[in-house]
């Protein structure tokens, strides 16, 4: 993949290639499409996060919403996205023990009880360890100060699928 390759896209090429870059929400790469050429990834990149950006905070909210829970029900049920396979199955979600797994059910019931979104977390970045420590952790969070989180972990994620399409190594993560 490169970017005249991308430029080139008609639209249901783009968003095929481009609709999982932000979990579930094909329209931000509908949206984006609009503004090619692109003149290389980091300028398609900055187009998704500029789209997120100009939401108003219940658009925001809804592309957390979006994101499967880590260790939830769906990777329970096969039904993630690839993606999200991947990068759950990555940082060891798929091979939990029981308890484990209940631990993280209960915090991310906490987590969306307190805040209305789920807790997200680019899981390729962190060790398993980290997934139950980060949502205790973030939990304690004021919630103007945790959306800000999360969508910058929805913008960890949207890099790295990013840079698996562009065959590159993502710097700055
Ligand atoms: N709730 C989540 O954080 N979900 C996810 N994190 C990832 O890295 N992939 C997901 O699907």
Redesign the pocket.
């Known amino acids: 993949m490169d970017i005249e390759k991308v430029n080139s896209m008609d639209f249901g090429e783009f968003v095929d290639v481009f609709g999982n870059v932000i ?1 579930r929400c094909p329209l931000i790469a509908a949206a984006v499409w609009s503004q090619r050429p692109f003149s290389d990834v980091e300028d398609l990149e900055k187009h998704f996060f500029d789209f997120i950006d100009a939401l108003p905070q219940s658009g925001q909210e809804g592309i957390l919403r979006c ?4 260790a ?1 029900r769906e990777l329970q049920r096969g039904t ?2 690839a ?2 396979q991947r ?2 199955s990555g ?1 060891g979600l798929t091979s939990l023990r029981a308890d484990e797994r209940l631990q993280l059910a209960e915090l991310n019931a906490q987590y969306r009880a307190r805040f209305g979104f ?8 962190r060790g398993r360890a980290a997934v139950p420590r980060e949502l205790a952790r973030r939990l304690q969070c004021p919630p103007p100060q945790e959306l800000r989180t999360a969508l910058d ?1 929805v913008k ?2 949207g890099r ?1 699928r990013l840079a698996d399409l562009f065959g590159a190594h993502p710097a700055g993560l």
């Open positions: 979990e994101h499967p829970d880590l939830g993630l996205t993606e999200s990068e759950q940082a789920p807790f997200v977390l680019a899981a390729r970045l972990e960890k994620i790295l």
